[in-house]
Nanobody
Framework: QVQLVESGGGAVQAGGSLRLSCVAS????????MGWYRQPPGKQRELVAA???????NYADSIQGRFTITRDDSKKTVYLQMNSVKPEDTAVYYC????????????WGQGTQVTVSS
C-alpha cells in the first residue's frame, strides 16, 4: 500500500515556474514508477511525465523541454519542475505510483491545483 501527498500547486503567471512535490509513504518507494498526471477543466486525465525506478523519464509532447520530473528515493519524493508555464497547463495535477506484481497496481494522490494566468 502506498499513500501519496502532493504539494506545491498554486497560481502563477504565464512564463513563470512552479515545483510540485509528492511524498510517498507506506511501501518500498524505489520499486515504483512515479508519474504526474493532470486533468484540465472539462477534459480527461492525461499523463504529463513519468520516471521509472531506474531513473528513466518520459514526457508528454505538450510539455517536452519545459517540465522536468525527478525523484529522490532517500526522501520518497518525486518532483515536477514546471518552467515556462502556459495557460493551457492549468489543471489539477495528480501524483501516481505504480508497480507490476501479478498485475499493475496504481496509487493516486488527492491532486493539487495549478492555475496559470495570461
Amino acid at each position: 500500500q502506498v499513500q501519496l501527498v502532493e504539494s506545491g500547486g498554486g497560481a502563477v503567471q504565464a512564463g513563470g515556474s512552479l515545483r510540485l512535490s509528492c511524498v510517498a509513504s507506506g511501501s518500498v518507494f524505489k520499486n515504483y514508477t512515479m508519474g504526474w498526471y493532470r486533468q484540465p477543466p472539462g477534459k480527461q486525465r492525461e499523463l504529463v511525465a513519468a520516471i521509472s525506478s531506474g531513473g528513466r523519464a518520459n514526457y508528454a509532447d505538450s510539455i517536452q523541454g519545459r517540465f522536468t520530473i525527478t525523484r529522490d528515493d532517500s526522501k520518497k519524493t518525486v518532483y515536477l519542475q514546471m518552467n515556462s508555464v502556459k495557460p493551457e497547463d492549468t489543471a489539477v495535477y495528480y501524483c501516481n505510483a505504480y508497480v507490476w506484481v501479478v498485475d499493475r497496481q496504481d496509487y493516486w494522490g488527492q491532486g493539487t491545483q495549478v492555475t496559470v494566468s495570461s
